[in-house]
């Protein structure tokens, strides 16, 4: 069994009771579970309000909430009455500072600097209220995004009914063909149809026709932008038009040569005999 000791705990200073490690900035719901009226170190008479998250993370941390006395700052103890649904008229009227303790509020937190780093601080108090109208923000989309989500979603649908009804019209058309007939609209395609069944033959036809709609639509398509691509050439010739330099001078051709004269061939004198 250990001895008995004898401590001196006079001047031991009691615990603050606050616990402001830090939490995430943003707004927390907590609990006033405190309020205490004495002095500020200034000697302004000042209630000092404790609030608790309640959280199950956070359950140890223990808040301040200091409302001075004073003209200045009389709008935070208002701030804190209105936030736990309590009215306080414009006028002179008297207080129960005790009133608000048990109820809920949403806290706003910020971190701390300096020599304080590490620890949070509570800048301001609000109705609980606040709480969801942040959390709807968050989870409802914007009411643009959502207009233009369906606008998109009935248009690929019209796009996709109106492409099906073309081709069972289609469809219905070819299968009234006579094979001879089916064949001859199935070589003007570019199908080798030889010992192709009608029904693979109606299929071939059908890929064949819609695929060239497809194309033409695309083609369609393009044609402003090969009128823009004509008109940037035609363009760019007209540029170069202007920038070619006028061709050098030509030079005069020399006068032709006249052609030497033949030399007449020497008389030889024939001596008579």
């Keep these: 069994m250990a001895k008995k000791i004898r401590l001196d705990f006079s001047k031991v200073e009691e615990r603050s009771g606050w616990n402001t490690k830090e939490i995430p900035e943003g707004l927390h719901e907590m609990k006033i579970v405190g309020a205490e009226v004495g002095e500020a170190k200034d000697g302004t008479d000042m209630i000092t309000y404790a609030l608790v998250p309640t959280s199950a993370k956070y359950k140890t941390r223990r808040f301040p909430y200091y409302c001075k006395l004073q003209p200045n700052q009389l709008f935070k103890i208002r ?30 937190i910020s971190d701390e600097t300096g020599q304080y780093a590490g620890r949070s601080t509570v800048d301001g108090v609000y109705g609980t209220d606040i709480l969801d109208d942040a959390d709807d923000a968050g989870d409802e989309p914007d009411e643009d995004d959502v207009d233009d989500e369906e606008e998109y979603e009935d248009e690929v649908e019209e796009d996709d009914i109106e492409e099906d009804e073309e081709a069972d019209a289609l469809a219905d058309e070819l299968e009234a063909l006579s094979l001879p007939e089916l064949r001859k609209r199935a070589k003007g395609l570019g199908i080798d149809h030889a010992g192709v069944k009608k029904a693979d033959l109606i299929a071939l036809v059908l890929e064949e026709e819609l695929g060239e709609d497809e194309e033409d639509e695309e083609d369609d398509l393009g044609d402003e932008d090969l009128e823009d691509d004509e008109d940037d050439e035609e363009y760019e010739d007209d540029e170069d038009e202007e920038e070619e330099e006028e061709p050098a001078p030509k030079r005069r051709a020399a006068p032709a040569r006249k052609p030497a004269a033949k030399a007449t061939p020497a008389r030889r004198t024939v001596k008579r005999r």
Excluded: Q
């Design 79 to 108: 701030d804190l009455f209105v936030a736990v649904g309590l009215t306080i008229p414009k006028k002179v009227t008297t207080i129960d500072p005790e009133a608000p303790v048990g109820k809920l509020v949403a806290a706003e």
